[in-house]
């Protein structure tokens, strides 16, 4: 458990200690939440009866979390192929103790992000939240972090060449974020990227998010699809760093 601690706080201690990483993960969420979600209210008015600005908050919340995880796994791809991970592992430590608390750091941090997007906008534009339904929308925000974090640690962790992950990650979360139900209903999307939104995890993220502070009927598969998603990706996650740390040490 000590082991477990020193590296969890090692993780807290590199994210929060990083204006870099800090403005990373935050500027396009803000950028979208002071600039984007204003001026486009006033040209949408309602999506599905709900007014834009009410629409679109549960989808930045879900937008901070692609972007917490870009850059957790930036900071793994970073340590598994440098020797910091070598020197880490010569810590009184077991190498299960750095593979839980870098997932779960990281899943945190995502989930931490994505609610303060959350009650940060919901208090900016005077939108109301009950706090039953606000904590299930947490569980979805923790869901939803566990499986995209998980997601990119996988990529990272199966890729060897920088400039190669580089591209790829950034690619992948854009892709992410525009084929996702964040700034549209899936109902006006063209038939493609209808399903391309179907098994977007931020399709679901969001669409569980906006059941919590619109009041939308229940997402019953949406929690359904988060719950396997996190499973299949956290538990990939942690085999991938277990995988790379036995061969690197």
């Known amino acids: 458990m000590k082991g477990f601690k020193a590296f969890f706080y090692r993780e807290w201690a590199l994210f929060s200690h990083s204006k870099l990483d800090i403005g990373m993960s935050l500027m396009l969420p803000v950028i979208t939440l002071l600039f984007f979600s204003v001026n486009m209210a006033a040209v ?15 989808g930045i919340a879900t937008m901070a979390i692609v972007n917490n995880a870009v850059v957790a796994a930036s900071r793994t791809f970073n340590e598994s192929y440098s020797s910091v991970i070598t020197e880490l592992m010569s810590m009184p430590a077991s190498r299960s103790n750095y593979v839980f608390a870098k997932v779960a750091a990281a899943t945190i941090l995502a989930t931490v992000q994505a609610c303060v997007f959350l009650f940060g906008g919901s208090i900016m534009f005077s939108i109301s939240l009950n706090p039953i339904r606000i904590l299930m929308g947490f569980i979805g925000v923790a869901l939803t972090g566990l499986g995209v974090v998980g997601l990119f640690l996988s990529i990272a962790l199966c890729i060897k060449d920088m400039g190669t992950y580089l591209v ?10 525009w084929t996702s139900t964040i700034f549209y209903p899936s109902e006006t999307m063209p ?7 179907l098994i977007n995890p931020l399709s679901h993220g969001t669409n569980v998010l906006r059941e919590a502070i619109n009041y939308t009927p229940t997402a019953v598969f949406s929690w359904g699809y988060l719950l396997a998603f996190s499973l299949i990706f956290g538990v990939a996650a942690l085999r991938l760093l277990a995988k790379r740390n036995e061969t690197i040490l």
């Open 168 to 177: 790829v990650s950034n690619v992948a979360g854009q892709i992410m974020i």
């Open 44 to 58: 949408v008015g309602e999506v599905q009866g709900i007014p834009y600005v009410k629409f679109l908050l549960p």
């Open 191 to 197: 038939p493609i990227l209808k399903w391309a939104s």
